[in-house]
């Protein structure tokens, strides 16, 4: 399946929202539609998401001496990370941006970011 970001793929009113309400699912309704389509006993919480935090943790050590140069008391920034999982359920980190799209395209997003 092509990638694309959020901003880019809500223009794309023919197939947008087809498989999911925003082409956006949960962490529950990812585990959801993996139970019920394979037989792996894949589940997220326990081999997906410590492979993700890795990745998070790699990406900060790797610019940390970027982040805050100036050494400026209680500041913060927001990061985006992408991910990708390929079909042997391997997990990819695809990007991570500074700047990530804060949308509310579905109702799980309305309800994560009030």
């Known amino acids: 399946m092509h990638l694309t970001n959020q901003c880019l793929q809500i223009k794309d009113k023919e197939n947008y929202g087809t498989h999911e309400e925003g082409n956006t699912l949960s962490f529950q309704e990812l585990q959801e539609y993996i139970d019920a389509n394979t037989s792996h006993g894949l589940k997220i919480e326990e081999h997906l998401l410590p492979r993700m935090m890795d990745m998070c943790i790699d990406t900060f050590l790797s ?13 913060f920034e927001l990061f985006g990370f992408d991910f990708l999982l390929d079909e042997d359920f391997r997990v990819w980190l695809i990007e991570c941006n500074t700047n990530p799209y804060l949308g509310t395209p579905c109702a799980y997003m309305k309800e994560m970011l009030p």
């Not at 610019?63 to 500041?75: A, G, I, K, T």
Request: charged share 40%.
């Open 63 to 75: 610019v940390r001496h970027e982040l805050n140069p100036e050494r400026r008391p209680n500041v």
